[in-house]
């Protein structure tokens, strides 16, 4: 495609939670209106509902809300028991919370790389992260795709290891025919306003199949309490809001819809730019539901720009990889030659527009910007 033949563009956002809540206000008005009538601001009966319907929707036995993915991530590896002197492998290609809350539990993050195609966790560079301290994996389901959990399993189980699964970017997100969620030992999601079932602010949930590590977590998240002042260990406060489980009830209900949607659009960007650079490489053995559309370019800012210049929205996810974050530099900088995927998504990767109210014309403008944007930038 020659320049001569790029229209202008028509600026496309990355992102808007306006047009997304528009078609809901008057239902979750009348949610959070429910809230102020009942006052159930922290825990209380909205909590409980939205814990026992995301619980059947993931097919797992156990729900606990929690403040955000964070702090879920967090009290999901306590709760299974991770704490100091553990290790916990987590790909270096992913958000800084992953190995926060490896910290934050008081272990040691251990790095490992990612695939060169998915960017998802590399099961063999996790095999020789594998040492005698080791007591978890963290199984990052980045962009909407569920890790190889087939390979992660075994790996996990001839190792004795747990599989926690981060599945903060992929809500209704399938490996064969189970979801997201009911995969490992425990599970972390997020409810950031972003996510494919978001929040109106912050908000976050622990998912298992485990009683003890469900009873654990709920009683970490509330203080440490058994009941009503008797404090057992020191726990945190990071309890989901009932106004926030109030609006996540409203859209659960819609989530496969707008997984749809967004698999439709990704679908149309796939055809529109199968020959113009590295698009996420899918594993047919589960069903992505694209939380983010990422693309690998070589000259990823300079692209950008031009993006930006013809009003085209964007985002990098993530740069730089987590073995260069300041936190952890001086953590795992030895490993700098083994985690070369993990620095070439870092330095690579572009995110395009993707939500589910955004139009096949919006995508396909897009699409046209991209191809304009990488011809003239060589």
């Known amino acids: 495609m020659s320049t001569a033949e790029i229209k202008p563009a028509t600026p496309v956002p990355f992102m808007s939670l306006e047009r997304h809540h528009?078609?809901?206000?008057?239902?979750?008005?009348?949610?959070?209106?429910?809230?102020?009538?009942?006052?159930?601001?922290?825990?209380?009966?909205?909590?409980?509902?939205?814990?026992?319907?995301?619980?059947?929707?993931?097919?797992?036995?156990?729900?606990?809300?929690?403040?955000?993915?964070?702090?879920?991530?967090?009290?999901?590896?306590?709760?299974?028991?991770?704490?100091?002197?553990?290790?916990?492998?987590?790909?270096?290609?992913?958000?800084?919370?992953?190995?926060?809350?490896?910290?934050?539990?008081?272990?040691?993050?251990?790095?490992?790389?990612?695939?060169?195609?998915?960017?998802?966790?590399?099961?063999?560079?996790?095999?020789?992260?594998?040492?005698?301290?080791?007591?978890?994996i963290v199984a990052v389901h980045l962009y909407g795709q569920v890790c190889d959990m087939d390979a992660l399993d075994s790996l996990a189980a001839r190792h004795g290891l747990l599989v926690v699964e981060d599945a903060a970017q992929a809500h209704g997100a399938r490996w064969r025919e189970a979801r997201a969620g009911s995969l490992g030992t425990v599970a972390a999601f997020s409810f950031y306003p972003s996510k494919n079932l978001g929040a109106l602010g912050d908000g976050g949930a622990i998912c298992t199949d485990d009683e003890e590590i469900a009873a654990r977590a709920r009683r970490l998240g509330n203080l440490g309490q058994a009941r009503k002042g008797v404090h057992l260990e020191a726990g945190m406060n990071e309890r989901l809001d009932g106004i926030q489980a109030a609006v996540l009830r409203v859209k659960l209900g819609r989530l496969d819809g707008w997984n749809a949607e967004r698999r439709i659009l990704a679908a149309t960007y796939r055809r529109a730019l199968e020959d113009v650079c590295d698009l996420l490489a899918e594993d047919p053995r589960g069903e992505c539901v694209y939380h983010l559309f990422p693309v690998r370019i070589d000259n990823r800012d300079a692209v950008r720009?031009?993006?930006?210049?013809?009003?085209?929205?964007?985002?990098?996810?993530?740069?730089?990889?987590?073995?260069?974050?300041?936190?952890?530099?001086?953590?795992?900088?030895?490993?700098?030659?083994?985690?070369?995927?993990?620095?070439?998504?870092?330095?690579?990767?572009?995110?395009?527009?993707?939500?589910?109210?955004?139009?096949?014309?919006?995508?396909?403008?897009?699409?046209?910007?991209?191809?304009?944007a990488i011809e003239v930038t060589k």
């Open 22 to 136: 528009q078609p809901l206000a008057g239902e979750l008005r009348s949610a959070i209106d429910g809230v102020l009538d009942d006052g159930g601001f922290v825990l209380g009966p909205e909590v409980t509902r939205f814990e026992e319907e995301f619980a059947a929707y993931c097919g797992v036995e156990h729900c606990i809300g929690a403040g955000s993915g964070t702090a879920a991530l967090t009290l999901a590896l306590m709760a299974a028991g991770v704490g100091p002197g553990d290790e916990v492998i987590v790909p270096a290609h992913t958000f800084i919370a992953s190995a926060l809350a490896v910290v934050h539990a008081g272990a040691k993050p251990v790095f490992c790389d990612v695939e060169a195609g998915t960017g998802l966790i590399d099961v063999n560079s996790a095999a020789a992260a594998i040492g005698p301290a080791t007591a978890a």
């Open 305 to 372: 720009e031009v993006l930006a210049e013809r009003g085209i929205g964007s985002g990098v996810h993530y740069w730089p990889a987590l073995h260069r974050q300041p936190p952890f530099t001086e953590l795992l900088a030895r490993r700098d030659f083994s985690l070369i995927n993990a620095a070439r998504w870092s330095e690579q990767e572009l995110s395009l527009p993707l939500f589910p109210e955004l139009s096949e014309s919006e995508v396909l403008n897009v699409a046209e910007s991209l191809h304009y």
